[in-house]
């Protein structure tokens, strides 16, 4: 009894959080964990300190690129991609989006690129929502195969935690980028048809003959500085280093020293970037601290500083309930888990928040480490609540009012191609686990 109480507590607390929005799910967090300190006496555990430095060292890197150009350059680069095929963009521009994510870290470098995409798209008469909402959720996606992500931070520190230090980024990536990428191929292919033809649409129709939609004008493609190119090398070459760190883990060996944490390697790497920018491209440094990369970054940061930090401290506190009531079924249906991790991950909002604070049930429950990694990609379901960031810029961008929020709020454009991503990206996962 004692136990669905404190749950009602954590739930509420994040329930309030999302309500609030922003950075409130942090202090929503904080404030239900000294509930259940106070009422319950849980003994607090320790914040998730690495991935919220991890947050804050790749988002100020990002900022400092975003400040001297360097993000418009990925997004221009990105721009000619989807152009080339403009009667697929419906394909491309998800794929692009993903792999945008993959390079910048964070899933909100789509916003540059959905006005690409809606030109795109009604220039060539496809219906925008398809490539629109498809691209919206495959920026997300590209999280959990992100190398740079704090979702992939995280995962990669609670399998040290938990005596599985092999599986390291190698072994997460070898999973998820493939898995993520099939997802987000597969998924937009099934979509390609979805919904009528933009020139058979009533409501684009009837906003046509309203005169609310307008042609879109092309973006400002002006020359950009040659810091910008020079802060896009340095970025690509912190990626780098961390990668081939993550898969050679000898090269972060200091002898009898140990090895340097994968954690440790991304925030100091990050750091050192930023620092090599300032350096070269000479980037304003207010334009830095008010960057929207690092805005977003800094509510992500709440979100896993509170939320996190208390679910954390709750399923410690309730570990042997939990090995009682789900020990069994994890055990004859290990992937059932992945619901847990959508549904949570759907009201945190942040796929870092709902790794830290729920992936360590996971490993209680006692399902294997390479199932879990299978399983991480369901941490993306963030569009099931069409509140994110990436879903409400698809739906104010598309003035051809085909991207929109149904009535019923759940049946939103961003749903149906979602769930295909996600659930093809763990199906696909959990194959090739069984296989390899």
Not at 190 to 211: F, S, T, W
Not at 285 to 308: D, E, T
Not at 372 to 396: D, E, Q, R, Y
Request: some cysteine.
């Amino acid at each position: 009894m004692l136990t669905f109480i404190e749950f009602v507590i954590v739930f509420g607390a994040i329930i309030l959080g999302v309500r609030f929005g922003g950075v409130a799910l942090g202090f929503w967090g904080g404030f239900g964990l000294v509930l259940l300190t106070a009422i319950f006496g849980i003994m607090p555990t320790s914040p998730p300190i690495d991935v919220m430095l991890i947050i804050l060292a790749v988002c100020l890197c990002a900022g400092c690129m975003e400040a001297v150009g360097g993000l418009d350059i990925l997004v221009r680069f990105a721009a000619k991609i989807i152009r080339k095929k403009p009667k697929y963009v419906a394909v491309v521009a998800p794929v692009v989006s993903f792999f945008l994510t993959f390079f910048a870290g964070t899933g909100n470098a789509v916003y540059a690129i959905l006005p690409v995409i809606y030109e795109v798209s009604y220039n060539a008469q496809v219906r925008p929502e398809r490539a629109m909402a498809g691209a919206a959720v495959a920026g997300q996606v590209g999280i959990t195969a992100c190398p740079i992500s704090a979702a992939t931070a995280a995962m990669i520190g609670l399998m040290a935690q938990n005596g599985f230090p092999e599986i390291g980024l190698g072994t997460i990536l070898m999973i998820t980028f493939p898995s993520c990428l099939i997802g987000v191929v597969l998924s937009s292919l099934i979509c390609m048809n979805k919904g009528k033809e933009l020139k058979d649409d009533p409501e684009y129709l009837a906003r046509v003959a309203a005169g609310q939609v307008q042609p879109p004008q092309k973006l400002d493609d002006r020359p950009l500085p040659k810091e910008a190119g020079w802060s896009v090398a340095i970025f690509f070459l912190g990626i780098i280093v961390i990668v081939v760190t993550g898969f050679f883990p000898e090269l972060r060996t200091l002898g009898d020293k140990g090895s340097i944490s994968m954690s440790l390697v991304i925030e100091a790497v990050m750091l050192a970037a930023g620092a090599v920018m300032c350096f070269f491209c000479k980037p304003d440094m207010a334009k830095v601290a008010g960057s929207p990369v690092l805005h977003a970054g800094v509510i992500s940061l709440a979100a896993v500083f509170g939320v996190a930090w208390m679910s954390d401290s709750f399923i410690n506190a309730n570990r042997e309930v939990f090995m009682q009531v789900a020990g069994g079924l994890a055990e004859s249906a290990p992937v059932l888990f992945a619901f847990v991790l959508a549904i949570m991950s759907a009201l945190l909002s942040s796929q870092g928040a709902t790794t830290r604070a729920i992936m360590p049930l996971g490993f209680a429950l006692g399902i294997s480490p390479m199932m879990l990694v299978a399983m991480f990609p369901a941490v993306n379901c963030l569009f099931v609540l069409p509140t994110s960031g990436p879903a409400l810029a698809a739906v104010g961008m598309d003035r051809s009012g085909t991207t929109k929020i149904g009535k019923f709020v759940f049946n939103h454009s961003m749903q149906v191609p979602g769930l295909l991503m996600v659930v093809i990206s763990v199906a696909v996962g959990v194959l090739m686990v069984e296989v390899i």
